[in-house]
């Protein structure tokens, strides 16, 4: 049994959003599994290479969130909201 080490619990949710960092790499589409006010678990569609710092958005860049990876396990990641 894994150790849980969130100081909040998640929310689990299953919602496509889209990711970028990098204008020649454009817009990438993720998954978000779980999420909370400060952070998220995001699972990643074979996107190998992630820089630390990146954007994500829910709502078609209606609102955008600029993360930073915490962990990463495979295509699964966890993330901090930095705004």
């Not at 849980?4 to 817009?27: C, M, N, P, Y």
């Amino acid at each position: 049994m894994e150790l849980e080490r969130r100081s909040i619990a998640r929310t689990t949710i299953s919602k496509d959003a889209l990711l970028f960092f990098d204008t020649q790499r454009g817009v990438l589409t993720c998954r978000v599994q779980d999420i909370t006010n400060s952070g998220a678990g995001i699972e990643l569609h074979s996107l190998n290479l992630l820089p630390l710092n990146f954007e994500l958005t829910f709502d078609k860049f209606h609102t955008v969130r600029e993360c930073r990876v915490i962990w990463r396990q495979g295509d699964f990641i966890g993330v901090a909201f930095q705004n």
